[in-house]
């Protein structure tokens, strides 16, 4: 009897299974570099989870993203690496050796879209974070890895802030929101990684006025695809950085995980992810 291999398949793992652009994101790169393998949503509740993750291999996938609300479990049941342990979250699981492994993309997902977007970008002595939840963990973490020198963090709950500094180091420095205008004139780099500014959400009044006339501004918010800071620095002439784009740079490195294929963030897939956002 021969037996037929099955193509590869990887999974987003998430609960409630949300609408997510990952399969459309893995579906291209599987096409347009001619492999044969597969990438699905799968809905799994928390009380699930461990199982899933114990059976993954089983279930026939080679990995997996992870989403809300399993990071941190995730983190639990695999060995991370150092990223994921910085991060305190794992968004993308694989095997390694017969064992389980998982990492944090977002981190690279940032930077690498920051080099894309604003070649140069590293030149800033001090960046100014705003917001300390996940997502700003991956960003300050990238950015000190990276050599800024000075990272301000700027949160509604100062306390957030100084914890996120306490864990980071030196190069952290807590700044209350109130006081974020002192900080702009000195930020060669503005990122924005809280809530405000997406759609439905308030609005981040921020006067970009004070910024130097080389800062480069990045948000993470990715819907609206511009948002009204992003739109107000290109206004400014400044350089930007999309959470689009660092939602598809993300992306790369779980592919090359599974699929063993290293693939590449081109106009025309953001253009296809463009025009799936513009659906909704
Ligand atoms: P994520 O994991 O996506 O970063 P999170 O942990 O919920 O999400 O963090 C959201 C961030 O947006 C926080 O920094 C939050 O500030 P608090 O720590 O004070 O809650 C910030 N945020 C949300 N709504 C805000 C608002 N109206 N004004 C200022 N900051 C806000």
């Known amino acids: 009897m ?60 080679v990995g997996a993203n992870v989403t809300l609300p399993h990071k941190e479990q995730a983190l639990a049941l695999s060995k991370p690496d150092a990223r994921a342990r910085a ?31 604003a070649p140069g970008w590293d030149r800033a002595e001090d960046a100014l974070v705003l917001g300390a939840g996940g ?20 949160n509604r709950t100062l306390d957030r802030a100084r914890a996120l500094a306490d864990q980071f180091g030196a190069s952290v420095h807590p700044v209350a929101w109130d006081a974020v205008a002192d900080v ?24 970009l006025a004070l910024l130097p006339p080389h800062a480069v501004v990045a948000d993470l918010v990715y819907v609206p695809l511009e948002t009204p800071l992003l739109a107000a620095a290109r206004g400014r002439g400044l350089q930007v950085a999309d959470g689009l784009g660092m939602l598809l740079h993300q992306a790369v490195r779980g592919f090359e995980l599974w699929f ?4 590449q963030v081109t106009p025309e897939l953001r253009a296809l992810v463009e025009a799936d956002l513009k659906k909704v």
Request: hydrophobic letters at 40%; glycine letters at 10%; charged letters at 20%.
């Open 2 to 61: 021969t037996s037929v291999k099955k193509p590869p398949a990887a999974c987003l793992i998430g609960w409630p299974a949300a609408h997510s652009r990952s399969p459309l994101i893995h579906h291209y790169w599987l096409r347009t570099l001619g492999i044969a393998g597969g990438y699905v949503i799968e809905a799994v509740p928390p009380d699930e989870f461990k199982d899933f993750v114990f059976r993954l291999s089983l279930r026939g996938f």
């Open 135 to 154: 997502a700003s963990r991956a960003v300050v973490f990238g950015l000190i890895e990276r050599g800024i020198k000075r990272v301000h963090l700027a």
């Open 184 to 207: 702009l004139p000195r930020a060669g780099l503005l990122v924005n990684t809280t809530s405000l500014g997406m759609h439905g959400q308030p609005a981040l009044k921020i006067d």
């Open 87 to 117: 991060v305190g979250a794992a968004n993308t699981l694989w095997y390694e050796g017969g064992e389980l492994r998982s990492t944090n993309t977002d981190i690279e997902g940032f930077i690498n879209n920051l080099d894309a977007c």
């Open 260 to 263: 063993g294929q290293r693939p």
